[in-house]
């Protein structure tokens, strides 16, 4: 009987130990599962993140790429507008581009923005290569003035210098009938140079 007692509590108690060892085993199966598991995620989260960076890197390059093409646009269509107007040079159009980017940072307005402006003006009104950089300055000072687009006061200007006011009446801009064309585009000139500031003020406001 007693021998029976002994297998009985022999045999519990292997059975304890196996159970105990399967069990550890199952422990350690799920804690590796955990651990891969873990791992994959982190390689998912990774890749997400490598992907969304280099996606955000492609947006800014397309942009910078796209801005540069832009300008570059705008260069040509001014260098063209000087060329049929004959009054071309390299230096001229370096300074009406330096003049462009330093107009940009007093406005709102873009430098490629105002030089695409600028070609229009000139095919226009075929203005004397000293006076370019001021027709310029005077557009921009209507545009804030009167609520125009910087193409509109462009070209206001550009007729201007070609003789043509009437349309400036439309915005309150008369100028005297006995004025000659020079003297009504110089006026003209001065009225923009006096609404500059209003550009000016425009910008601070925005930024």
């Not at 280099?54 to 260098?79: C, D, G, Q, V, W």
């Not at 006995?178 to 110089?186: G, T, V």
Request: avoid cysteine; charge should be neutral.
């Amino acid at each position: 009987m007693q021998a029976i007692n002994d297998m009985v509590i022999r045999m519990r108690v292997e059975g304890e130990s196996q159970a105990k060892a399967s069990l550890n085993g199952v422990n350690s199966s799920v804690s590796k599962l955990s651990a891969s598991v873990k791992n994959t995620l982190k390689g998912f989260v990774g890749l997400a993140s490598a992907s969304a960076a280099a996606y955000a890197s492609f947006r800014f390059l397309s942009k910078s790429i796209e801005a540069f093409k832009e300008e570059e646009n705008a260069i040509n269509a001014m260098n063209a507008a000087l060329i049929n107007t004959a009054v071309f040079s390299e230096k001229l159009s370096n300074d009406l581009i330096k003049n462009a980017s330093a107009l940009q940072k007093m406005t709102i307005y873009g430098d490629e923005a105002i030089m695409a402006a600028t070609a229009r003006m000139q095919a226009v009104g075929n203005i004397a290569a000293d006076q370019i950089m001021q027709a310029q300055k005077a557009a921009i000072g209507l545009a804030a003035a009167f609520g125009m687009d910087l193409e509109t006061a462009f070209t206001l200007v550009g007729k201007a210098a070609a003789g043509s006011t009437a349309m400036l009446g439309r915005y309150g801009i008369v100028l005297g009938e006995n004025l000659s064309q020079q003297e009504k585009f110089a006026k003209v000139l001065e009225i923009g140079a006096s609404k500059f500031a209003l550009a000016e003020a425009a910008a601070q406001t925005t930024s």
